[in-house]
């Protein structure tokens, strides 16, 4: 039996990185076999990329597949593949009904290694772009979430957000002070290139916490090329593991000693001077 996760001194984190197309079942096998190969090499967290479930052929294709919060394949299979792996799963995101028919949450839900769910983020900005013959507006079929989140885990205190969210530094500095912070992500290929890790070796160290970053990364069916470069970043900046293109896994051990010191060497956090911002 795998050992219980608060006997360990510290966490072995799984970044997912995937390839969806528009077949949910092809997905979650996909998925469920990534979760396993990151359990039965230690990891006791595990992050799924967003839209892990389905990139559809077109932005719509999400609204014939959404769940009900609380019901569905996708939400099920998250909860018993947790319980079975005896792990902890922040599941990217998956489609769940907005409070329109035309619209769905684009939506991140934690497990615990006991199968039940801890936290529910649904992803607050939404994604716009119009550059080099590339055209997205995620607000034409996602309802913007309105709740920063954070959580307590048995791995310290957790963040949520969503691909988009890197960009505003503001939310980040919402969750209070967290150990980990979570980015499920589908970054597209042109602003990968130019921005993601950039921004998500900021988010650390403006933070001084541990950054796990799971992302799609490859070619879709529909044609969509997204950027990949699934990574695990330290307190300090450093990436300790990535994985570039296609599935798999990137695995990293995150110290709770190494986050202290960090913080204790240089306690930025403490140094904010909120009045005056």
Not at 199 to 212: G, H, K, M, P, W
Not at 242 to 248: I, M, N, S, V
Request: glycine residues 10%.
């Amino acid at each position: 039996m795998k050992e219980s996760i608060q006997e360990r001194s510290n966490l072995i984190a799984a970044a997912i990185q995937m390839v969806s197309g528009p077949n949910v079942m092809a997905n979650l096998d996909m998925a469920g076999l990534l979760i396993t190969q990151a359990s039965e090499s230690g990891a006791n967290l595990v992050v799924l990329p967003e839209y892990f479930p389905i990139m559809g052929m077109k932005d719509t294709d999400k609204l014939l597949v959404s769940e009900t919060f609380g019901h569905g394949p996708i939400q099920d299979f998250l909860s018993q593949t947790a319980k079975r792996h005896h792990i902890w799963i922040v599941g990217g995101t998956l489609p769940l009904k907005g409070t329109t028919a035309d619209k769905v949450r684009n939506t991140c839900l934690v497990f615990d290694d006991q199968g039940e769910l801890q936290a529910r983020y649904d992803k607050i900005h939404l994604f716009g772009l119009d550059l080099g013959g590339e055209h997205y507006q995620e607000s034409d079929t996602i309802e913007s979430g309105q709740h920063v989140v954070s959580f307590d885990s048995p791995f310290g205190r957790i963040g949520l957000s969503v691909c988009y969210d890197l960009r505003f530094p503001e939310l980040f500095r919402q969750m209070g002070q967290v150990d980990i912070v979570c980015v499920p992500s589908a970054f597209t290929e042109q602003t990968g290139q130019a921005h993601w890790e950039i921004l998500l070796r900021a988010r650390a160290i403006e933070n001084l916490a541990y950054v796990i970053a799971s992302a799609q990364g490859g070619h879709h069916p529909s044609g969509r090329m997204t950027h990949g470069n699934s990574m695990i970043i330290d307190p300090w900046g450093n990436v300790l593991e990535r994985l570039d293109k296609g599935e798999g896994v990137a695995k990293a051990c995150l110290s709770s000693e190494c986050l202290q010191r960090l913080r204790a060497s240089l306690p930025a956090l403490k140094h904010r001077v909120l009045p005056v911002y």
